[in-house]
């Protein structure tokens, strides 16, 4: 009797990637264990991060490091980039922190996720929604006063040379105090529920984050789904 055969693996759903568009990356440590411990460890970071983004030519317009993951908000100028940013900064950064600390073997948990954000409305509610991550972790009372992140650099114009304002955020005014004014005001606003579970499911998920039009541009151009449902349009019954 022949031994039943292993089902094929399924292949890995690829990644949605338009040059130009704004991508939100979300990278977590290996179950969910920390992958920063020490000032060093995070400089270190945004150093590596820092350099891949001028060797792949990718523009960075919001981050935050946490203790056990990151956040990103990415534009990339060439369709892979954002693939081999991250794969530069994955092998860097690993080996310096399992040097560090003696450690052996992966430090991220998987490959990590991203989802494409629609210029409209979106992009500035995951820029929000990134810098106020260690508010809602309660590390901090307000954006400003975590170290490491883009808030301050965004809000109030402290010099980051790894922050570059998406245009999008330059029109929030044409003075750059204004700018900052504005963004700042923004930021103090709740953040709707619906808001935030939309950036998170579509992070998880992959997908394209925006309107049903900028989700059927994407499908068109990548034959690929972009929303939670169907790939094109629904059948008519």
């Known amino acids: 009797m022949t031994p039943p055969q292993p089902e094929a693996a399924m292949p890995r759903a690829k990644r949605l990637d338009l040059h130009g568009v704004a991508q939100h990356v979300i990278q977590r440590g290996n179950d969910r264990q920390p992958c920063f411990h020490r000032d060093i460890d995070y400089i270190r970071y945004l150093q590596d991060l820092r350099d891949a983004t001028l060797k792949?030519?990718?523009?960075?317009?919001?981050?935050?490091?946490?203790?056990?993951?990151?956040h990103l908000l990415v534009t990339p100028s060439a369709s892979g980039a954002v693939s081999r940013l991250m794969q530069d900064v994955g092998r860097s950064y690993v080996g310096f922190f399992n040097r560090a600390t003696g450690r052996t073997g992966t430090?991220?948990?998987g490959r990590y996720k991203a989802s494409l954000v629609d210029n409209e409305r979106y992009l500035m509610a995951c820029y929000r929604y990134i810098?106020?991550?260690p508010v809602r972790a309660g590390l901090v009372t307000s954006a400003a006063d975590y170290r490491w992140s883009s808030s301050r650099a965004n809000a109030h114009g402290l010099p980051d040379l790894l922050v570059t304002p998406h245009e999008v955020f330059n029109r929030l005014a044409s003075d750059t105090d204004e700018r900052r004014k504005a963004y700042r005001a923004f930021v103090a606003e709740a953040?709707?529920?619906?808001?935030?579970?939309a950036i998170r499911l579509y992070a998880q998920r992959q997908r394209a984050l925006g309107s049903s039009k900028f989700q059927a541009l994407v499908e068109e151009r990548l034959r690929q789904r972009a929303g939670l449902g169907r790939l094109g349009r629904p059948r008519k019954k």
Do not use: Q, R, S
């Not at 792949?56 to 990151?70: E, I, P, Q, S």
């Open 191 to 197: 953040i709707p529920d619906e808001e935030m579970a």
């Open 131 to 133: 810098e106020l991550n």
């Open 56 to 70: 792949h030519d990718c523009h960075v317009h919001a981050y935050v490091l946490m203790t056990n993951h990151v």
């Open 107 to 109: 430090l991220w948990e």
